[in-house]
Each structure stands twice: as C-alpha cells, then as structure tokens.
C-alpha cells in the first residue's frame, strides 16, 4: 500500500513537470523474462500464484536493490501475509508450524508456480518427510493409517497453526471420530471402558504400527495380559477411574523411580499428571512406554522458542544422542538434572579432550565463576554456532572473557 501511494505520488510529480522525456517505459514481466527465462518456464505449473499470473513481478520483488534476499519487498512471512491475512489467525494459535515461525513460507511452499495444489513445492508426505524423517519409518511398518497412507496429512494436522498440540485439526479423540464413530463394536473392542473422552494415542499410534489395529508395540505389562485391575477400579457408566492417583499408581511397581521424588529437584513427579507427562500409560512405540522419542518427547517442552536453532529449525541434541545419556529424567541433586556436573560428564566420551591444551578439572578455577572449570565452561551442551558447541568465535571473543590481557 505504501509503495503504492509513493510510486503514484512520484508519477504525478513527473507528469506535472513534464519529465516523461528519455524515460523508458518498462513492461513487466517481459523485461524480468529477459534474464528470469527459468522463472517464465513456470507459467506451464498448474498452480500459479496470483502476481505471478497477473505478470506483477514487482508486487513482491524491487526491480532495483533490497535488503532482502531475492530483491524481495520485504521479508517474507511479512510480505506473505500482506496478502494472505487469513493465515495471520492460524498462525497466533498455541501450535505453530516451524517454518512458519521461522517466517520461512518457501520451505513448503513455491512463491511462483507448482504442479501441486496450493503451489506446494512436492505432494505430502513427501514434502513433509523433508524435515519429519519419522514419516519415513511410519510408511514402512506393516499396518499404515489410511490418512497416513494416502498422503493426507492434512487430515489430522493443520499445516500452519492449531489451537490443539502438535497441530492437530481438532482434539483427542473428537479427532479420531470423525471417521471412527462410536457404537457398541468400538465399546466392546474396549471392553466396555468408555472412550468419549480417552486420548486414543495412549494405545494406538497414528500413523503406522507393527500390529493390527495400530496399537504401539511396547506394550504395558498389565496392558498386554488385559488386567486393566490392575491400574483401574471399574465404575458406573463404563468409566474406569485409577484406584489412586497416578504417581502412587505407577510407584507400586516403579518404587525405584519414586524414590527419586525425594531429591532436590524432580521431573514432573510431583505434578497432577506426574509419570503420565512422559510416558504412555498402556502401550507406546518407543522404549520405555515413553509418548514419543526422546528427542521429539524432549522437545515439547524444552528450548522452545530459544535463540539458538539447527538447520532445520530446532535445537540440536549433542551429536544425536538420547537426552537420558547426560540428564537422569526423573529426578536430581542439581537444576539441570545431569548425570554429573565435574568433567567426568563428558570424559566418558571425550576421553583424551584437552589433554594438551587447555587445563580443566580438579586445581583449575574458572575466573568469571570462581568455581572449578568443566568442560561446559566453554562448550554448549546441545547447540552453539561455533563448532565444537562453543557459543562464541574461538579465534578471540571466546578466550577473552578470562584472558584480557
């Protein structure tokens, strides 16, 4: 709009004062094709976006300098949004997609033509397995959900915002019957527990499993003997309540990990939903009953929204590994939960690190904290932009903050 006022604005000064003499008329998008000959070729897509139709290159790009790559008007989740309010609401919901956030509307989308709908870059899921690898795993196993294998993800998740948690459409399990209905064969395969407000992926996967009607493979001990006694007190109406609540439920067997609440800090024992905020209840498809990988568990709740971000837009894990190498998940003596603070952390691995260079350990004091150096003194745990881990360029700024002179 502003652009718009002052090229009118700059128009009518030149027609006044009658300075349309040697001024070249410029035709777009003609002029753009003589050099963009790649980008003309796109007319052929089947799906075209509306400026690049109407041949209004200059609608998105300055045909002479920008601060923006690609010559853009503006950066591009603002110059997208200019014209695309409607996604401005999906976008302010409590699930937001990455890219989104990241304002990176090209790493699915091609701002100027595709063969797929909505101007796609690729057809999902493969477009989806470009960031989300798991989509590769769930493909392969024996049993796929429908939507799933037909590439619909858009089924169950909402492509930019979602007011439900890993952007869902709708909530759990109204989700789920929107194509599972409710009868006496679904209560019945449930024996006769009432499922209107059960969080079906507590014993299904989503998306694919090794068994039959996806159920997750690893499986609860009571579960898999159908002991539902065991955990539950049966009540009117179908409702099966737990027989106390869940930390002392699970404690019964798990006294190991409840011995663990009693230290300084504890994961989420002490909360309403205690075990439950990590681990599934009755079956899961990663180790330990736990509701996702550790990393994409993890992840949930931890550096969201932080200033560091990977390649692909998330916070790395150290070199890949399960966060339960470094950080006890249930309880600990200190407030980052690591197995250890002293360089015995990442000796374990890092045996012969600094063994000739810079002193760590025992006798060494770091200057800025009066306490003894680790190696954490300079290096980041999960992620930094300097390699390896450290947060700040090792070719000065790094050492400087102990040796300034």
Same mark, same amino acid.
């Given at each position: 709009?502003?652009?718009?006022?002052?090229?009118?604005?700059?128009?009518?000064?030149?027609?006044?004062?009658?300075?349309?003499?040697?001024?070249?008329?410029?035709?777009?998008?003609?002029?753009?094709?003589?050099?963009?000959?790649?980008?003309?070729?796109?007319?052929?897509?089947?799906?075209?976006?509306?400026?690049?139709?109407?041949?209004? $290159?200059?609608? +998105? =790009? !300055? *045909? %002479?300098? /920008?601060?923006? #790559?690609? &010559? @853009?008007?503006?950066?591009?989740?603002?110059?997208?949004?200019?014209?695309?309010?409607?996604?401005?609401?999906?976008?302010?919901?409590?699930?937001?997609?990455?890219?989104?956030?990241?304002?990176?509307?090209?790493?699915?989308?091609?701002?100027?033509?595709?063969?797929?709908?909505?101007?796609?870059?690729?057809?999902?899921?493969?477009?989806?397995?470009?960031?989300?690898?798991?989509?590769?795993?769930?493909?392969?196993?024996?049993?796929?959900?429908?939507?799933?294998?037909?590439?619909?993800?858009?089924?169950?998740?909402?492509?930019?915002?979602?007011?439900?948690?890993?952007?869902?459409?709708?909530?759990?399990?109204?989700?789920?019957?929107?194509?599972?209905?409710?009868?006496?064969?679904?209560?019945?395969?449930?024996?006769?527990?009432?499922?209107?407000?059960?969080? $079906?992926?507590? +014993? =299904? !996967? *989503? %998306?694919? /499993?090794?068994? #039959?009607? &996806? @159920?997750?493979?690893?499986?609860?001990?009571?579960?898999?003997?159908?002991?539902?006694?065991?955990?539950?007190?049966?009540?009117?109406?179908?409702?099966?309540?737990?027989?106390?609540?869940?930390?002392?439920?699970?404690?019964?067997?798990?006294?190991?990990?409840?011995?663990?609440?009693?230290?300084?800090?504890?994961?989420?024992?002490?909360?309403?939903?205690?075990?439950?905020?990590?681990?599934?209840?009755?079956?899961?498809?990663?180790?330990?009953?736990?509701?996702?990988?550790?990393?994409?568990?993890?992840?949930?709740?931890?550096?969201?929204?932080?200033?560091?971000?990977?390649?692909?837009?998330?916070?790395?894990?150290?070199?890949?590994?399960?966060?339960?190498?470094?950080?006890?998940?249930?309880?600990?003596?200190?407030?980052?939960?690591?197995?250890?603070?002293?360089?015995?952390? +990442?000796?374990?691995? %890092?045996?012969?690190?600094?063994?000739?260079?810079?002193?760590?350990?025992?006798?060494?004091?770091?200057?800025?904290?009066?306490?003894?150096?680790?190696?954490?003194?300079?290096?980041?745990?999960?992620?930094?932009?300097?390699?390896?881990?450290?947060?700040?360029?090792?070719?000065?700024?790094?050492?400087?903050?102990?040796?300034?002179?």
């Amino acid at each position: 709009m502003i652009r718009r006022i002052i090229t009118e604005s700059i128009a009518a000064l030149v027609f006044a004062t009658g300075a349309w003499a040697g001024v070249v008329e410029v035709k777009e998008p003609s002029v753009c094709y003589s050099c963009h000959s790649d980008i003309q070729d796109l007319s052929a897509k089947n799906f075209r976006h509306t400026a690049f139709t109407a041949g209004k $290159c200059s609608a +998105c =790009h !300055d *045909p %002479h300098a /920008s601060r923006h #790559a690609g &010559l @853009l008007n503006g950066d591009l989740k603002t110059l997208c949004l200019f014209c695309h309010e409607k996604i401005k609401s999906e976008i302010a919901q409590v699930s937001v997609h990455r890219p989104v956030i990241d304002g990176d509307c090209s790493a699915c989308h091609d701002p100027h033509a595709s063969d797929v709908r909505n101007q796609l870059k690729q057809k999902s899921p493969a477009l989806c397995e470009g960031c989300h690898q798991n989509v590769t795993a769930w493909l392969g196993r024996a049993y796929v959900h429908q939507p799933a294998a037909q590439g619909n993800c858009q089924a169950c998740h909402a492509a930019h915002g979602s007011g439900n948690d890993r952007l869902l459409s709708a909530a759990i399990p109204e989700l789920c019957f929107g194509c599972h209905k409710t009868g006496t064969a679904l209560t019945a395969a449930h024996k006769g527990f009432d499922i209107s407000k059960a969080d $079906c992926t507590t +014993c =299904h !996967d *989503p %998306h694919g /499993s090794s068994m #039959a009607s &996806l @159920l997750m493979p690893n499986q609860h001990a009571p579960f898999k003997a159908g002991k539902c006694s065991s955990c539950h007190a049966a009540a009117k109406g179908g409702e099966m309540a737990l027989t106390d609540d869940v930390k002392t439920s699970c404690g019964k067997c798990h006294q190991a990990v409840l011995k663990q609440a009693s230290a300084t800090h504890t994961h989420n024992l002490n909360d309403k939903r205690s075990c439950l905020n990590c681990h599934n209840a009755h079956a899961a498809s990663a180790p330990s009953l736990l509701a996702a990988e550790q990393k994409d568990l993890c992840f949930r709740c931890h550096f969201k929204g932080d200033t560091y971000k990977g390649k692909r837009g998330i916070y790395l894990t150290h070199d890949g590994m399960d966060c339960s190498k470094c950080h006890t998940p249930h309880g600990s003596e200190n407030d980052t939960y690591l197995v250890s603070t002293g360089i015995e952390l +990442c000796t374990g691995c %890092h045996a012969d690190a600094h063994k000739g260079s810079h002193p760590v350990g025992e006798g060494v004091i770091d200057p800025r904290t009066k306490t003894q150096m680790t190696c954490l003194a300079c290096h980041k745990l999960h992620g930094a932009e300097f390699k390896p881990y450290l947060p700040l360029d090792p070719a000065h700024e790094l050492c400087l903050q102990c040796h300034r002179k």
